[in-house]
């Protein structure tokens, strides 16, 4: 290659000094006089791959960063049911339930409390981080098996809380694991 080529004839990337091939299209860029004997390296551009995949990974991060903020207002509602038993000591108080009544709200509301602010809150919150990481991953096109295993255990963890909230726990591991079908199938996209 000579000195004087310094931009791909096709897509117009900067060439590495001494470059046979584009490192962005693939484009044969050994012959400096631009004839038409070129022949063409068989890369898909990257911008072409980019496009084929562009709106999942965007889809797989926004729900990243849904299921963090709900994890956290998880734990903001954990904290708020304190507010709530003060305001049943308060109805004991002026007898609108009786004793009995609020010792089982009591025991209930404070298992519920625990278990949402410690497992469904740390269930969303991962899910969310891995979510992110595999929708950025794939927005990169790079680290394909990283992506689709992210994927997939971020979409089966909210159904470990299934008990609790089944509707959640059914519909937000259908759509995830649409998206894991989605990423695995996208396979020759990723670059690594």
Not at 22 to 43: F, I, L, M
Not at 62 to 76: D, E, K, P, W
Not at 89 to 115: H, M, P, Q, R
């Amino acid at each position: 290659m000579s000195d004087e080529v310094k931009f791909c004839y096709k897509c117009g990337a900067n060439l590495p000094a001494g470059a046979d091939f584009c490192p962005e299209c693939g484009a044969n860029v050994g012959s400096a006089n631009g004839d038409s004997t070129r022949t063409e390296y068989t890369a898909r551009p990257v911008r072409d791959a980019k496009d084929a995949i562009s709106p999942f990974p965007m889809l797989i991060m926004i729900y990243g960063v849904l299921s963090v903020i709900g994890g956290v207002l998880i734990f903001i509602v954990g904290i708020s049911i304190d507010a709530i038993l003060n305001m049943m000591l308060e109805a004991l108080k002026e007898g609108y339930i009786t004793e009995e009544d609020y010792e089982l709200f009591v025991s209930y509301t404070k298992l519920l409390n625990i278990y949402a602010c410690t497992t469904v809150g740390v269930l969303h919150i991962l899910s969310g981080i891995l979510a992110f990481l595999a929708g950025s991953w794939a927005s990169d096109l790079v680290k394909w098996q990283s992506s689709v295993v992210c994927c997939a255990v971020a979409a089966i963890l909210p159904a470990l809380y299934f008990v609790f909230d089944p509707y959640t726990a059914i519909l937000l591991p259908v759509i995830g694991l649409l998206m894991t079908y989605i990423l695995y199938s996208k396979r020759d996209l990723f670059t690594s």
